[in-house]
């Protein structure tokens, strides 16, 4: 049995998938303030020609029908037709965000990513959502460490997450130690594309510019 704070790694290849599952939801983390783009919303940026929150819907959709929002201001995404929940716990952070999405979601596998990721990619996605059949979940490990915003969890872990917040450990990094999770890394991440790619968030205008 894996002990809590243990991650293994899944090294089989990424599949590719043509129907939505039933077992796996999904949430957009979108609660951030922005602040090197002057508040400028990071969602709506335009990558080739198409906003990043709507790239992702796109994505995810080809994933699971049961997509949602984490968002404190319910307006900004009355065009996108998803359910948008505030966060449950105030300035908590990303790390109120996932606990908000662990909550909201309809699914016992939850996929959750951040709105700042214009490359999401389907067989990633559906790596995830198979090796979180068991722990708390599997995020992605690339070589700039794990990925918490690009991560299926359980619900289960709702508890572990409810107390990390309460302790005041805000930090996305800390739930390494705190749960469960299993890893998709090497060789099995890499065939799903260039892994800096896979990656990719728009933190700066300067990250934006390297994506146009």
Known sequence: MQARGEQTTDKRLCHDVSVTRSDAAAAIIAGGQARRFGGRDKCRLEVDGRAIIVRQIEVLRRVTSSILIVASQTERFADLGLRVHPDLVADAGAMGGIYTALEAAP???VLVVACDLPFLNVEV???LVDLAAEGDGA???SPRGVEPLLACYRRS???V???EIEAGRLTLHDLESALRMRA???AALAACGPVDRLITNINSPEDYARVQ
């Open 107 to 109: 699914a016992d596998r």
């Open 157 to 159: 872990a709702r508890s």
């Open 125 to 127: 996605l559906e790596r």
């Open 161 to 163: 997450l409810r107390q």
């Open 139 to 141: 995020w992605v490990r």
């Open 184 to 186: 998709l890394e090497g």
